[in-house]
């Protein structure tokens, strides 16, 4: 599961340089327009690294503990208990993610097999940028899964820093 954790961490650095990038196709769209030019399809390659650094950010989140939940509750409850409530929570979210995943591999399928393009001054294939959803998405449900076995197992679910992991959820 090592190896694992690796990779979750590596997407969030890809989100982290998509977000990077956004920012430098702004300065870039900033001085060009002052010049009279500009980037064709800026937009569209800005929203697409937006929507990639979402997606691949959800992995790396979920493993440091990053997404919103309700631990007061959790607080209130006693183990074995909690720890139940833990498992069950955990399961019903990898349902629903496994849900959302196959119907997202099923979207991005059918812009492929429809050689569906975007509608900008650059035609891109739309099945390449929506591939990085699909990566963060499966990811993320691995991650979910992962998580659900370590409360299962009765192991640590997040790392708090770089050398330690917590059981808080």
Not at 53 to 68: D, M
Request: with cysteine.
């Amino acid at each position: 599961m090592a190896f694992s954790r690796w990779i979750y961490k590596g997407c969030g650095g890809l989100a982290a340089a998509m977000l990077c990038f956004i920012a430098v196709l702004i300065i870039l769209q900033i001085f060009l327009r002052a010049i009279g030019h500009q980037i064709p399809s800026a937009d569209d390659f800005a929203a697409w690294a937006l929507s990639a650094s979402i997606f691949l950010a959800l992995p790396s989140a979920l493993i440091h503990g990053s997404h919103i939940r309700v631990t007061s509750l959790r607080g209130l409850i006693r183990d074995p208990f909690g720890r139940y409530m833990d498992i069950a929570a955990s399961l019903i979210a990898l349902a629903m993610l496994a849900w959302g995943t196959v119907a997202l591999i099923d979207f991005v399928w059918d812009s492929y097999r429809y050689n569906d393009v975007s509608h900008g001054l650059i035609a891109v294939p739309l099945w390449i940028p929506q591939i990085a959803m699909v990566l963060g998405s499966v990811l993320f449900t691995a991650a979910m899964a992962e998580r659900a076995i370590r409360l299962f197992l009765g192991l640590p679910v997040e790392i708090t820093t770089a050398s330690t992991e917590s059981t808080e959820v």
